[in-house]
């Protein structure tokens, strides 16, 4: 269910469009050049990431850091 309003009336009654967005319906606001914006949900992430979890998961090749062929004309 798509609820709109005029952006005075958004003003008046923020508290309850927000709370409205957070269960689920859209809400849309309108300026009085009928240009449109909605007011969506943000999802924080589950678990803060932990500096370090990917320790051991990624292999680097042992010529990594070697000049690489295609670009010798450039290293001269």
Do not use: W
Request: aromatic content about 6%; hydrophobic content about 40%; proline content about 4%.
């Amino acid at each position: 269910m798509t609820q709109q309003y005029t952006l005075r009336d958004a003003q008046d009654h923020l508290k309850k469009l927000v709370d409205d967005a957070q269960h689920g319906k859209t809400v849309l606001i309108f300026d009085e050049n009928d240009r449109a914006v909605q007011l969506v949900p943000v999802v924080a992430a589950t678990k803060p990431r932990k500096a370090g979890s990917a320790r051991g998961q990624i292999k680097m090749a042992s010529d990594f850091d070697a000049p690489l062929s295609d670009f010798g004309e450039y290293m001269e």
